[in-house]
């Protein structure tokens, strides 16, 4: 198979598996795209959570919001979710950690469906400078995929 014959099997594949093109990121947040609407990726969303045992906190409409205040903003929502036994370690370690925990998800509705956008344990660990901290970030980043995919899934 010629090279670019190559590049472009990676690239289709690359965007068939519904995860966000580099230039779609900003730093630190990751990005899935899905082609259903809203509703359905919120409805995927709570039932991910629950069946990973996580609690869920609460959800900020803020379309709804915006609405509110006299303005318009498409559907965009934020699940504020977690569990203590993995969030509190991390706050043990570095106190300002608590900016960003509960862990959050946001969902909202584009053109072509659905985008789901959550923070990097990894770049969180970075920018709160957890160096010295035995903590499972694999984990909780692995987890977070699995809960937008599980999120986004036809």
């Known amino acids: 198979m010629t090279k670019s014959r190559l590049a ?5 594949l690359f965007s068939l598996s519904g995860i966000a ?18 509703q359905a990726v919120d409805q995927g969303l709570r039932e991910a959570l629950d069946s990973k045992g996580l609690t ?8 709804a919001n915006a609405e509110q205040a006299g303005l318009a ?14 969030g509190t370690p991390m706050m043990q370690c570095q106190g300002s950690m608590a900016l960003d925990l509960p862990q959050k998800m946001l969902i909202r509705q584009r053109d072509a469906g659905t985008r789901l956008e959550w ?14 901290c035995e903590l499972p970030l694999d984990k909780v980043s ?4 699995s809960l937008a995919e599980e999120a986004a899934r036809p």
């Open 73 to 86: 903003l498409p559907p965009t929502r934020t699940f504020v979710f977690g569990n203590p036994k993995a």
């Open 8 to 12: 472009l099997v990676a690239v289709t």
């Open 142 to 145: 692995n987890l977070l995929e």
């Open 119 to 132: 923070n990097s344990p990894h770049y969180l660990a970075k920018r709160h400078q957890l160096t010295d």
């Open 21 to 38: 093109l580099a230039e779609d990121r900003a730093d630190g947040i990751e990005v899935m795209d899905s082609s259903k609407d809203i």
């Open 56 to 63: 869920l906190f609460t959800v900020i409409d803020h379309a």
